[in-house]
């Protein structure tokens, strides 16, 4: 190739002549304007976000939730072994705050008492079960009430308590608007907040069937129902949030509804790594009633499950609406299937109960939901565990 022809002078590379000082400025002035413009946008969007409120914050929070305190015996330990056990799961998962909901009624001369102090003495908060934990359907309102007053006798004043009260069983009058709106006036006049729930695994059935295979002398699989426990409430968390956020377009701070079982005390540092491996948050009980969401007692088409639940079936949002694992039919074929290994020759899961333990079925809106813990609805195959 000739130096100085055509083709030499294509493809030799030119070197760019230094930039001016003119030019120098220029390219210097524009940096400093858009670090400024970064500064004068992103600090202040910062700032609001730290100071909104955390109900509009972005991201997936939770708080842990425990209603039936004190409950007896579990599968596993004594009852005073769990709160020691559940207090020290709390404190290495890092759950700064949990709320337990008690049942004065059961207190008893058991030692009731201590272990809800002890909870309070290791941070968390009690709430209001109501005395002896009936079903708002199956008394009056103001029969329902005065039993709320009993429990507020025992509970008002001590360390810990807070005003808020749990309907039991999340009943709140179902589709009977007039003893709702009587018994939601009658808290409002106590000075007590709903303590709704967005997040319900049905947690209280796992530990049935677990006590009911422990009592027969089955073989348990106690890693697969860690999974079992642990899965079904990572997923009835996000399908809450992912219902919520369909229903009324963000999300919220959420409250985990589980028991003070057995299981709780056994897995509850596996809940809480599964939850936040996934991108949640665990917030405290405080942070999380005091979003404006949980402080709806407006009328409700039916109100006898979560709060996303309640909110969907009153605008009427499509697809599906309950945690499937909440049908206790289904939930307890996955149980004889995955913890007992017990499958019959055909597929079909064997799962059997004394005639005098089967519960009955109670319906609400779309869903089959068995009250007790009994293990199979009478709807079921006379199949499954044995008592």
Not at 14 to 31: D, G, M, T
Not at 187 to 193: D, S, V
Not at 315 to 330: E, F, I, T, W
Not at 368 to 380: D, K, Q, Y
Request: charged share 25%; glycine share 8%.
């Amino acid at each position: 190739m000739r130096r100085g022809g055509l083709l030499w002078r294509m493809t030799r590379k030119r070197r760019r002549p230094a930039p001016s000082r003119r030019e120098r400025l220029f390219h210097r002035f524009r940096v400093t304007l858009l670090a400024s413009a970064i500064v004068v946008i992103g600090v202040p969007t910062a700032v609001s976000l730290e100071r909104s409120p955390p109900w509009l914050r972005p991201g997936k929070r939770i708080a842990f939730t425990f209603d039936d305190v004190p409950r007896g015996p579990g599968a596993f330990y004594t009852p005073d072994q769990r709160t020691r056990l559940l207090i020290a799961a709390l404190h290495d998962a890092g759950v700064e705050q949990a709320a337990f909901f008690a049942n004065p009624g059961r207190i008893g001369p058991a030692g009731g008492s201590a272990r809800l102090a002890a909870y309070v003495d290791a941070g968390h908060v009690v709430g209001d079960h109501s005395f002896s934990h009936h079903d708002l359907a199956t008394m009056p309102a103001a029969s329902f009430l005065a039993d709320i007053d009993k429990a507020e006798s025992w509970l008002k004043g001590r360390p810990g308590y807070r005003p808020w009260f749990r309907f039991p069983g999340l009943n709140q009058g179902g589709r009977d608007v007039a003893k709702r709106r009587a018994v939601v006036d009658g808290l409002t006049a106590r000075g007590l907040q709903i303590a709704w729930v967005s997040v319900d695994g049905s947690d209280w059935n796992i530990e049935g069937q677990t006590i009911a295979a422990k009592r027969a002398g089955l073989a348990i699989d106690e890693a697969a129902l860690r999974d079992l426990y642990v899965e079904t409430m990572l997923q009835s968390a996000d399908f809450s949030d992912a219902l919520l956020r369909r229903t009324i377009g963000r999300s919220a701070p959420h409250v985990l509804l589980l028991h003070e079982t057995d299981l709780a005390a056994r897995y509850l540092p596996d809940l809480v790594a599964g939850l936040r491996g996934e991108g949640w948050q665990i917030v405290t009980a405080d942070a999380a009633f005091a979003d404006p969401l949980y402080h709806d007692t407006s009328a409700f088409v039916s109100a006898n499950g979560t709060l996303p639940e309640a909110l969907a079936w009153r605008k009427g949002v499509g697809g599906p609406l309950y945690y499937a694992r909440n049908d206790v039919a289904l939930a307890n074929r996955l149980f004889a299937q995955r913890v007992l290994h017990r499958v019959s020759a055909v597929g079909t899961v064997v799962a059997r109960a004394p005639s005098h333990r089967r519960c009955p079925v109670k319906l609400r809106p779309r869903r089959r939901v068995c009250a007790s813990t009994a293990f199979v609805t009478p709807r079921m195959p006379r199949i499954g565990i044995a008592a």
